[in-house]
């Protein structure tokens, strides 16, 4: 058997090294991270001042301004805290599609996705999909843990229908903290987005889609007679192309990743289209940062 090739070298891991999610609400965790937190207490961030009350901590009190304005005012400070991270990766059959496949590129995406949060100090916890939930790995924080999402996205295969709806409802069905869900797909799913994009929005998770593209999907080129077989339903069908139904086809696609991006703009989440086309390197370092996605 093959031995399984590291997703990334140590000089590209290096270069993650400096970023960190983008993020558009305050983390919920209790441990101390590198987002500022709901709660106000001992921090780096001055945020406000409120009067002196008998039984505070003397040490946050303001001494300058005692001095000029004859005040007792107690400086209050943001707490920095770890946030909870939510990957879920598409391992549906039609993620399998391309060259270099699309589910190679999201597997890759989550991993370093992953190792930059867990550098932020941040709980990280992964979520592999198809028709249902795959497989999961449990939270995990520190860097210490990158080998952990490692060793569990290079073990995943692509099979099954696409059907995030059921995923998203069964994983957080359950009590999970309030945090930050990465969606990774081709967001091929027959169901649409809406349902399951309702239930984060529901649970007030922020959240940043990426939706993995193969050049051929958006303009592909056919022989006039063609067979097209559906990679998860395996459904053929014959076609006799035409260009108006190329022309027809490029229409649905785009007007397929405008809706996605308008379901984003209209809940203030982040969006990205990432092209298989695109060299990673430049996508994660270059890309993402114009997008918002990462800093």
């Not at 005040?71 to 549906?92: G, K, M, T």
């Not at 999970?176 to 091929?188: A, T, W």
């Amino acid at each position: 058997m093959a031995a399984v090739q590291p997703l990334f070298d140590e000089t590209f891991l290096r270069r993650l090294e400096a970023l960190s999610l983008v993020t558009h609400q305050r983390a919920h965790g209790h441990l101390r991270g590198q987002h500022r937190s709901v709660r106000r207490g001992v921090g780096m961030v001055f945020s406000d001042f409120r009067p002196y009350s008998p039984g505070d901590d003397t040490r946050h009190i303001d001494w300058g301004i005692y001095m000029r304005l004859d005040r007792l005012l107690l400086r209050l400070f943001e707490e920095e805290a770890d946030l909870p991270i939510y990957i879920f990766v598409d391992a549906s059959k039609s993620m399998g599609f391309g060259a270099p496949a699309k589910f190679d590129y999201a597997r890759k995406l989550a991993a370093a996705l992953g190792r930059i949060s867990l550098l932020n100090h941040d709980r990280v916890s992964l979520v592999a999909y198809n028709d249902g939930i795959v497989d999961t790995l449990p939270a995990g924080r520190g860097k210490n843990q990158a080998y952990r999402v490692f060793k569990f996205l290079e073990g995943l295969q692509a099979s099954g229908k696409t059907q995030l709806n059921s995923a998203v409802r069964n994983y957080f069905g359950s009590s999970r903290p309030r945090g930050f869900v990465v969606l990774i797909s081709d967001f091929l799913d027959p169901e649409g987005v809406e349902e399951p994009f309702a239930i984060l929005r529901r649970y007030r998770h922020d959240v940043a889609v990426l939706q993995v593209t193969e050049p051929s999907e958006e303009s592909p080129e056919l022989p006039e007679e063609v067979m097209l077989v559906d990679s998860e339903s395996e459904v053929a069908t014959e076609v006799h192309v035409t260009p108006a139904l190329l022309e027809a086809y490029r229409k649905a696609f785009k007007d397929h990743c405008d809706a996605i991006a308008s379901w984003c703009r209209k809940y203030g989440w982040s969006y990205a289209q990432a092209s298989t086309a695109v060299n990673f390197d430049d996508l994660m370092l270059k890309f993402f940062r114009e997008h918002g996605v990462l800093r």
